[in-house]
């Protein structure tokens, strides 16, 4: 079936403008997480979504940086006023048995770059 | 984070099979081992996972230690394509009840070099 799929692949944007990237997980994935990967870099957990239960934004670096997730499909990260240390691959993965395990599925990410 | 030890690096041939070793003597009884991979430029990607028995997928098998405290992750037959940074991964301390919802943190891994 078809994986997580993730738009745009890059983004290139000025400074201070604001951002909109999307992820469509695996359709019955309940669990959906943003990350952020700067290069060479580990993991940054952003954001968790779980079914109808609310969100955890415990990993949201500032609040310039917020999600949505409709019912348990699509999923949005919006940067605003974005600031050049924003510049990262950001990383959407799905999950159907979150907590249990960890098995987790990921998209190919986008790759922003403010400048 | 992780609590989990890895070799730096690894080295194999291809069409060998690679051993990955992992420990991770901390782990409690319930936390499942998980492995991870990471391609160049890509994003990370799911190998395989298990609790006690020795579990096999498509991808890879994973050997858990009688007493838990280590795991290896084999490649049967290691392709270039296999070349990637490895991560072995356990849930957090203080996990009980799933309270972490699954959030993945690396540690540094194992850089896996396939020579042809």
């Known amino acids: 079936g078809a994986g997580v799929s993730q738009s745009p692949s890059n983004k290139v944007t000025e400074k201070g403008k604001d951002v909109e990237l999307r992820c469509d997980p695996i359709s019955g994935h309940t669990a959906l997480y943003w990350y952020r990967q700067r290069l060479g870099q580990g993991l940054e957990f952003l954001i968790y979504f779980q079914g109808n239960s609310a969100p955890d934004k415990s990993g949201l670096p500032s609040d310039r940086f917020s999600a949505e997730r409709t019912g348990e499909s699509v999923s949005t990260l919006t940067i605003q006023r974005t600031q050049q240390e924003d510049s990262a691959v950001y990383l959407c993965a799905s999950s159907s048995r979150p907590g249990l395990t960890y098995e987790q599925y990921f998209g190919p990410g986008t790759r922003l770059t403010v400048t | 984070d992780a609590k989990t030890t890895q070799p730096n690096s690894m080295e194999s041939n291809e069409e060998e099979p690679v051993h990955l070793p992992c420990n991770h003597s901390?782990?409690?009884?319930?936390?499942?081992i998980h492995w991870y991979r990471q391609l160049p430029s890509q994003g990370p990607e799911y190998v395989i996972h298990?609790?006690?028995s020795n579990v096999n997928n498509r991808m890879a098998s994973l050997a858990i230690a009688e007493d838990r405290k280590s795991s290896t992750l084999i490649l049967h037959r290691a392709t270039l394509r296999d070349a990637a940074v490895y991560y072995c991964i356990r849930p957090p301390a203080g996990n009980a009840g799933g309270t972490s919802y699954g959030k993945l943190t690396f540690g540094q891994g194992t850089i896996l070099t396939v020579h042809p």
């Open positions: 901390t782990i409690s009884g319930t936390d499942y």
């Open positions: 298990g609790l006690t």
